[in-house]
């Protein structure tokens, strides 16, 4: 299976492994799956580090290197995943994440997420929830 982490399951599993839902630590600890992160994580990362946001430690440029390090692919962002943005309802408006649906429904990966909204894009997207 190819496998995209959502934003928190990427700073959970690098951060706080505890707090990954078993079911998706099962599949990402499984070695014959192929486990990606996305440059728009960094990006959402980097927007909140910006901002300044005291419950959210995290910088860029650090988990990144952490992500790389711990083995996981980082997934490019083409312009064949933005068009699919096209394809998802707007239910859900964080640009962050339909960037990552979008990802995963053009890579025909499985969204690993614990997002409620993002879930309620399981007829279009596969994925892996608690």
């Known amino acids: 299976m190819v496998i995209l982490l959502d934003t ?18 099962v599949a990402v600890e499984d070695i014959a799956n192929q486990v990606l992160f996305s440059p728009v994580t960094i990006f959402e990362v980097a927007t909140k580090a910006l901002l300044g946001r005291p419950d959210f430690p995290f910088e860029p ?6 992500a790389i390090t711990a083995g996981l692919r980082e997934l490019p962002l083409k312009a064949s995943a933005a068009a699919r943005i096209g394809e998802l309802r707007m239910q859900h408006r964080d640009p962050f994440d339909r960037l990552l649906l979008a990802q995963a429904l053009d890579e025909d990966a499985i969204l690993a997420t614990v997002d409620r909204k993002m879930a309620a894009h399981a007829s279009v997207v596969r994925m892996i929830t608690p």
Do not use: D, F, S, Y
Request: charged share 25%; aromatic share 4%.
């Open 61 to 66: 440029q650090e988990t990144h290197r952490a």
């Open 8 to 25: 928190h399951i990427l700073l959970w599993l690098l951060n706080e492994p505890g707090r990954v839902p078993r079911r998706i630590m």
